[in-house]
């Protein structure tokens, strides 16, 4: 996974801490995995460091089964278009902090003869198109400059179908200089899957500090 943007002040100075200035980001986004390829283009404004809104962009191909879907009778391969809008808030008062994340998809199935599954949420939507809604929430307590441990709760909804599942989980976070690194463990539970332990580790690098928190 990978992403090329250049940050532009719209007002303020950086300097002047996180509610004194603005900025706005083009971005491509690009994730390769040989079974699942997505590109995107967005644009994120960012009235303050704290807050920011994105409209986008996205195609997807996937080239591989989800598990937790029966693909027999819904669509988990082909190509997947997408245009949705993100919302991100982060509030704090140290060492506590919180994050939410709120995010639409407009999801476009190229093909539109049955219903298809989208490879992220593990859920099934409309044959004919369908809006996916993903909503998080993170709260986090900072150990000191370089470790934070938290919870996260994730939902994300068909408006179609209806089909929803639910991600909560617990991570510790590692960060330093320009890279930091994610291991959270938690549950996934779809109407197709039944609640079962799931578990990833996210790294991170940005060569240049991006302005604000997302």
């Known amino acids: 996974m990978g992403s090329v943007g250049y940050d532009q002040l719209i007002w303020g100075d950086e300097k002047s801490g996180p509610l004194g200035y603005g900025f706005v980001r083009p971005a491509l986004n690009t994730s ?7 590109g995107a283009a967005e644009v994120v404004l960012a009235p303050l460091p704290i807050s920011s809104i994105a409209v986008g962009k996205s195609i997807s191909q996937r080239d591989v089964d989800v598990k937790t879907v029966d693909c027999t009778t819904a669509n988990c391969r082909g190509l997947i278009e997408s245009n949705y809008t993100e919302f991100n808030l982060a509030l704090g008062a140290p060492p506590l902090y919180a994050i939410l994340t709120e995010r639409i998809d407009d999801l476009q199935p190229a093909d539109k003869s049955q219903p298809f599954a989208d490879e992220e949420a593990a859920i099934v939507g409309n044959a004919t198109g369908d809006r996916l809604t993903k909503t998080a929430i993170i709260l986090g307590y900072l150990i000191n400059d370089n470790y934070s441990v938290g919870g996260m709760y994730q939902t994300q909804k068909m ?3 209806g089909n929803q599942n639910e991600q909560p989980y617990l991570f510790v976070r590692y960060a330093k200089s320009n890279y930091a690194v ?4 938690g549950t996934f539970s779809s109407p197709t899957q039944a609640r079962a332990p799931t578990a990833f580790v996210l790294v991170e690098w940005k060569p240049f500090p991006p302005l604000g928190f997302f």
Do not use: Q, R
């Open 182 to 185: 994610t291991g959270a463990a």
């Open 32 to 38: 390769i995995s040989g079974f699942v390829n997505k």
């Open 159 to 161: 408006t179609n179908t």
